[in-house]
């Protein structure tokens, strides 16, 4: 199955060795996004309802130039700095899942420098190429 890497100015741009996205068949996978300005490459906000919205903004932004969408997301996982910030995250993280909203895996772990980090799966069928072109 052939990879085929997702790459938007909308979204910052990798620090390290990895892609910003990858349609690999009729998915795509984001990797981990924090809430890092595309044009700075410095964090966004500083609560933890500041920090959800860039970094889920990230996301969009490279769901969009993949083909997909918030609504095409089946899988996410969701890692913050301080679990405390559940409830106040997820005010913010529902806003931008429609129904029926995607299986999700929220952990605690050690985060350099930002409150929260989100990596997606979307499934997109085979006819992604052409929501991205239209």
Same mark, same amino acid.
């Given at each position: 199955?052939?990879?085929?890497?997702?790459?938007?100015?909308?979204?910052?741009?990798?620090?390290?060795?990895?892609?910003?996205?990858?349609r690999a068949?009729?998915?795509?996978?984001?990797?981990?996004?924090?809430?890092?300005?595309?044009?700075?490459?410095?964090?966004?906000? =500083? *609560?933890?309802?500041? #920090?959800?919205?860039?970094? @889920?903004?990230? !996301?969009?932004?490279?769901?969009e130039? /993949?083909?997909?969408?918030?609504a095409?997301?089946?899988?996410?996982?969701?890692?913050?700095?301080?679990?405390?910030?559940?409830?106040?995250?997820?005010?913010?993280?529902?806003?931008?899942?429609?129904p029926?909203?995607?299986?999700? =895996? *929220?952990?605690?772990? #050690?985060?350099?420098?930002? @409150?929260?980090? !989100?990596?997606?799966?979307?499934?997109? /069928?085979?006819?992604?190429?052409?929501?991205?072109?239209?």
């Open positions: 199955m052939a990879k085929t890497e997702i790459v938007t100015r909308r979204g910052p741009a990798p620090k390290g060795p990895y892609s910003q996205g990858l068949g009729d998915f795509i996978y984001v990797s981990g996004q924090g809430p890092i300005d595309p044009e700075t490459g410095q964090v966004k906000g =500083t *609560t933890i309802e500041e #920090q959800t919205a860039h970094t @889920l903004d990230n !996301v969009k932004a490279i769901l130039a /993949g083909g997909a969408s918030m095409d997301v089946v899988k996410s996982t969701c890692h913050l700095a301080d679990l405390s910030h559940f409830s106040r995250f997820n005010e913010v993280y529902v806003r931008y899942f429609p029926p909203r995607p299986v999700r =895996t *929220t952990v605690g772990s #050690q985060l350099l420098g930002i @409150l929260v980090e !989100v990596d997606v799966v979307a499934y997109v /069928g085979p006819d992604a190429s052409r929501k991205a072109a239209g």
